[in-house]
Nanobody, 119 residues
């Protein structure tokens, strides 16, 4: 079983930056596509970025394209999300997990880290 601990969230003004970090434990995630998700109250969890096991190929949803960058360190079993030019609509709780929702459901979710973008 894999456990995730997300960190790095906080309150930031519009246009600001944050770097989220995710530490996986219990098992190596180095061979899996990993992703960052976000969720706001009353809405489904949304996958915003994925990264292949090698770290070579990444994907971000259109709404964060050019602003968010996902990266990973397989030696440390970590996945990061660099968020720049933050907007109020980026406000959410952010989670990391498998890029496959079915596997993410099996692994279970961490506590997430809250990001609030507000002036």
């Amino acid at each position: 079983q894999v456990q995730f601990v997300e960190s790095g969230g906080g309150l930031v003004q519009p246009g600001g930056s944050l770097r989220l970090s995710c530490a996986a434990s219990g098992s190596s995630v180095s061979t899996y596509v990993m992703g960052w998700y976000r969720q706001t109250p009353g809405k489904q969890r949304e996958l915003v970025a994925t990264i292949t096991s090698s770290g070579i190929t990444t994907y971000v949803v259109f709404s964060v394209k050019g602003r968010f960058t996902i990266s990973r360190d397989n030696a440390k079993n970590t996945v990061d999300l660099q968020m720049n030019s933050l907007k109020p609509e980026d406000t959410a709780v952010y989670y990391c997990n498998s890029g496959s929702i079915s596997r993410a459901t099996i692994w279970g979710w961490g506590q997430g880290t809250r990001v609030t973008v507000s002036s």
